[in-house]
T-cell receptor, first 116, second 111 residues
């Protein structure tokens, strides 16, 4: 039973290029969260998606960042025209939905983005 | 005020020591509370959930005080393998809502 998978694990981009980060949730999970961890900082929520829907994007920067979770395939976090300040570890977490109450979020290994 | 605040440490303790971490949170609507562990350059992993009644898992004991909005983690008989960053984590609302992470407290257990 594979856990949450993210790829690539490391991504290097030059300023102005695009970065695409992929997240495949655990089998049976239909909810995905993206978090960003800047150097020496805690994880910060970016966006919460369900299949084909964005549920909460309150943590997503208004420009250059977008996310999707199509019916088929992984969730994608896309960063256009990257800047040095985008260098960070990007983690995704998946969960199932079981109604009220907390459902554990399982984290992937992260993608480390370096912008030169 | 930050949503979740922790002492960043580092805490450098000898093997066998008892160490305690504290955390405060600002959102009184939060319903679920956790301690995660993060090793260097790895993903966070759930260590334990935290309940008002307190819960214990081997050498680890967690406690929640809702009135004071305070969470604690006690590690007894520290092992070298306990060296990591410990993250205080609060669910923003109730049921499938984002997690809010503290910056973490770094622990180094020394032989």
């Amino acid at each position: 039973n594979a856990g949450v998978m993210q790829n690539p694990r490391h991504l290097v981009r030059r300023r102005g290029q695009e970065a695409r980060l992929r997240c495949s949730p655990m089998k049976g999970h239909s909810h995905v969260y993206w978090y960003r961890q800047l150097p020496e900082e805690g994880l910060k929520f970016m966006v919460y998606l369900q299949k084909e829907n964005i549920i909460d994007e309150s943590g997503m920067p208004k420009e250059r960042f977008s996310a999707e979770f199509p019916k088929e395939g992984p969730s994608i976090l896309r960063i256009q025209q990257v800047v040095r300040g985008d260098s960070a570890a990007y983690f995704c977490a998946s969960t199932t939905y079981a109604g009220a109450g907390y459902n554990e979020q399982f984290f992937g290994p992260g993608t480390r983005l370096t912008v030169l | 005020r930050k949503e979740v605040e922790q002492d960043p440490g580092p805490f450098n303790v000898p093997e066998g020591a008892t160490v305690a971490f504290n955390c405060t949170y600002s959102n009184s609507a939060s319903q679920s509370f956790f301690w995660y562990r993060q090793d260097c350059r790895k993903e966070p992993k759930l260590l334990m959930s935290v309940y008002s009644s307190g819960n214990e898992d081997g050498r680890f004991t967690a406690q929640l005080n809702r009135a004071s909005q305070y969470i604690s983690l006690l590690i007894r008989d520290s092992k070298l393998s306990d060296s990591a960053t410990y993250l205080c984590v609060v669910e923003r609302g109730s049921g499938n809502t984002p997690l809010v992470f503290g910056k973490g407290t770094r622990l180094s257990v020394i032989a």
